[in-house]
């Protein structure tokens, strides 16, 4: 590839490169630090730093004039949910990939994208390729094949395989003369032993008073994941009759004390706890009392920073049982960069040893079968080398990632009920190929929840909502097509409490049809008189409901659909707008698979045709999906 041999620099003096993320779960992050502590070992006259895309611009002109100025930059890119950017990339990506022609004016640029994505989805990496067409579109030149990472397999190992044709072209274009002609260069081939971050921790005695968690403030214009805000359980109620073997709770946030606010289609974001026998386990793993009191701190004892990027802010101080509990994730498969961590504070040479192997490229299959083919949590491992047992400082910074929100599709609507928030979640309670019982951690604790209707005491959590893009048509006259089998019902749920507060309003509707899925209209039909309501108001035209256990045939709802195709191409002939909610990796690709064939049958046409038509309705905001 042709590449400029100086890039333009700012300051003379000083070759940079800037590594920018966008992340939903951390990982993304997570491999940008990875690469900044490793280029820094290997180029130490360059100046690196790692941004976070969305505090690098406060606005758009902020973005062109910082980015114009650049010359060497990577790109973490997440794809999240149906081929939407993250959070804290999605006003980098609509600045940069929509709107007015930028023409060619980064010229100056050479760079390189990572994508991380998932095979199951339909649109794998869609952030990741589409940012770096548009960086090459406008004049920037790639140095590197961008990488496309597969979290649906070993997503570290393709990150691995990537990093490792970064350090050539970085030695193009960062070695001086010195550098090539020192003895001993660095090579791409030179062993890098990454250090493993530590926060310095203090121990005290426990205050009378507790500490407040200052991220918690319910006086905040705006909350988000970093900011979320304090909400009481209101209501809790089981959806599955007792004949039920599962379970689907319906949950209200109280949300009247906050300056929360949500749209009918957002999502919430919930901070759940870990339930207090996986918390007691990794008190006895760790080998401290539970109400060990500490502090995290990212500084040394006079101040001076610890090392780089790769500590995240600190949780406030607390004892061991509330650090388990609330912020550590304890029973996701560790990565290999937490093995590495274990292995360095093993006692017994077979552990080190083992750890090393799983967390090597020869161990790769290993690590593939006895890891994540098993679905091995952290404590699992645990509890297979005793005599890993690293301080505290390591154990939250490097072992035990920060427990994520758990993120669900809004099941109610502002019109109808603007002080309460609800929620509708399925129990995850599974046994794992290595013969774990695994309990969802925010699942059980929403089924666990003790509702203000019960108690004083009641349970809350930390909530945030996420803008989602799954919207009613500003018209309310424009018919709807709606598919959600189980808990995939949430937003239209939503959209059909707005719906009827419009139509006992006066305003006029367009025709309306939803598509529900469930086992055993006995078992586990959720908000089945609501349903029958809709429909008898008038808020809800037609409602289908296939039932996969009742008869000698599974019925799903892609063959409700089927049996429906007449109205439907009718509806979507009439502009209608269709939405599915639901399980990305089975149900929406049955019921995408559906769809052309009543758009290619109905319709006459041939099968590009009928591809090119559907993929005209999700251009137009026509076809929305919020799966997961």
């Not at 005695?205 to 918690?216: F, I």
């Not at 029973?331 to 750890?355: E, F, G, M, Q, Y």
């Not at 290619?600 to 026509?622: F, H, I, N």
Request: glycine content about 6%; charged content about 25%.
């Amino acid at each position: 590839m042709f590449r400029f041999n100086n890039p333009v620099l700012d300051d003379k003096t000083k070759k940079k490169v800037t590594i920018f993320y966008g992340t939903q779960t951390g990982t993304a992050e997570g491999f940008a630090k990875a690469l900044y502590e490793e280029a820094k070992a290997r180029y130490e006259k360059v100046e690196f730093k790692v941004i976070d895309l969305d505090d690098y611009a406060a606005d758009d002109d902020e973005y062109a004039e910082k980015l114009k100025k650049e010359t060497i930059s990577f790109f973490f890119l997440a794809t999240y949910g149906d081929g939407e950017p993250t959070d804290n990339a999605a006003r980098f990506y609509r600045w940069f990939t929509e709107g007015d022609e930028k023409g060619v004016w980064l010229k100056q640029l050479q760079y390189g994208v990572f994508g991380l994505g998932n095979t199951q989805y339909e649109h794998f990496n869609k952030i990741a390729k589409v940012v770096d067409d548009a960086l090459t579109t406008q004049g920037a030149n790639r140095i590197l094949p961008i990488g496309l990472g597969d979290d649906d397999h070993l997503i570290e190992d393709d990150f691995d395989t990537w990093k490792e044709l970064v350090w050539p072209e970085l030695d193009l274009l960062l070695r001086d003369e010195d550098d090539k002609n020192a003895t001993t260069p660095y090579t791409p081939y030179t062993p890098y032993t990454a250090a493993i971050p530590e926060y310095r921790v203090m121990f005290h005695d426990k205050p009378r008073a507790p500490t407040l968690d200052r991220s918690l403030t319910n006086r905040r214009d705006v909350h988000d994941a970093q900011h979320p805000c304090r909400s009481n359980v209101a209501v809790k109620k089981e959806l599955h009759t007792p004949e039920s073997d599962r379970s689907c709770t319906h949950l209200e946030f109280d949300i009247s004390h906050t300056r929360l606010s949500y749209e009918t289609g957002d999502h919430v974001g919930v901070y759940s706890e870990n339930q207090i026998e996986i918390v007691e386990e990794a008190e006895r793993l760790i080998g401290l009392p539970a109400d060990t009191y500490f502090s995290l701190h990212t500084d040394n004892e006079d101040g001076t920073p610890l090392g780089g990027p790769s500590l995240q802010p600190p949780f406030p101080p607390c004892t061991l049982r509330k650090a388990l509990t609330k912020y550590a994730d304890l029973l996701s498969s560790p990565k290999k960069s937490t093995l590495l961590a274990l292995a360095a504070h093993a006692s017994d040479p077979t552990d080190v040893k083992r750890l090393r192997f799983l967390a090597s490229r020869a161990g790769k299959d290993e690590y593939a079968k006895w890891v994540v083919a098993n679905q091995r949590s952290l404590l699992e491992v645990m509890e297979a080398f005793p005599s890993a047992r690293a301080p505290l400082g390591v154990f939250f910074a490097a072992i035990a990632p920060r427990l994520q929100p758990r993120y669900y599709s809004i099941s109610s609507s502002p019109m109808m009920a603007p002080d309460r928030i609800h929620v509708t979640c399925a129990l995850v309670y599974e046994k794992t190929p290595a013969g774990r019982t695994h309990k969802g951690v925010s699942s059980t604790w929403m089924k666990n929840a003790v509702p203000m209707t019960e108690s004083q005491d009641c349970s809350w959590a930390p909530i945030f909502v996420r803008t989602s893009n799954f919207r009613l048509p500003t018209d309310p006259k424009v018919p709807l097509i709606m598919i959600g089998p189980g808990t995939g019902l949430a937003p239209f749920r939503g959209f059909l409490q707005e719906r009827l507060v419009l139509k006992e309003a006066g305003t006029e509707l367009g025709s309306s049809i939803l598509f529900f899925g469930c086992r055993n209209r006995k078992v586990d039909f959720i908000y089945e008189d609501e349903l029958n309501k809709f429909v008898d108001s008038g808020a809800l035209s037609e409602l289908n409901v296939a039932f996969s256990r009742e008869g000698a045939v599974k019925e799903y709802v892609q063959h409700k659909m089927t049996q429906k195709a007449l109205d439907i191409w009718n509806l979507l002939s009439e502009g209608a707008y269709l939405y599915v909610c639901g399980d990305a990796k089975g149900m929406a690709k049955d019921v995408h698979r559906a769809l052309r064939t009543i758009v290619q049958e109905q319709g006459s046409l041939d099968s590009s045709k009928a591809e090119a038509y559907v993929k005209s309705l999700q251009m137009s905001g026509r076809y929305l999906r919020d799966v997961w």
